[in-house]
């Protein structure tokens, strides 16, 4: 056999398995055998700072959406909302992207009204029972417009409170259904900024 090709193997032997001597003794490591003819490790190149930005912007926008279906998941679970609301999420499209918004928003300024005509008629000294279930009535209608399940049966027990003439009955629905209402709002608003800021992202909403 020829001596230089026993050398090739030797010298690899030899350089793998001494170390430079570190404070006076020699680093006790395992060998390491490396071929002689093989490849260089493959690197890959750096990620630019534009394609690091759109990832790190696509896993925005999906922890965004699954905090929506978290959320608008628990408002169903825990009875805020009903299937009114889904039915108001479908009618919304391209062409009126801010129609849920807007119909929400119109129960809001409705309830707050309402709530208030509610608190001035049994702070009355003579309290009309008739004038106080007219308002219910209106307040329960519009919360089952959009689904606001919790404030619409408040509103129900409310009603028999009035029909009963049962003023400790009405004082204590009224202050039920404004909790409810207070409720039901923030989370809907905690909702709409999810919704905002998905689609600033350039996301879409996710599917129910």
Sequence with gaps: MDSGNLLVPFVFWSLT????IEGGREQDKSPQI???FSSPPNHRSPVSEKE?????GAMDVRQLQRQWIDLISALFREGFLDA???????LQDESNPDFVVEVVTLFFEDSERL??????????QVVDFKR???HVHQLKG?????GAQRVKNVCISFRNCCEERNLEGCFGCLQQVKQEYSLVKGKLEALFGLEQQIV???GSLPMM
């Design 17 to 20: 398995r001494y170390r430079p």
């Design 34 to 36: 490396i071929h002689p």
């Design 52 to 56: 690091r930005k759109s990832r790190e």
């Design 84 to 90: 009114q609301f889904t039915q108001l999420q479908q």
């Design 115 to 124: 709530l208030n005509d509610l608190c001035n008629v049994l702070s009355q």
């Design 132 to 134: 106080v279930d007219a």
């Design 142 to 146: 519009s919360s089952a417009s959009i």
């Design 200 to 202: 600033a992202a350039g």
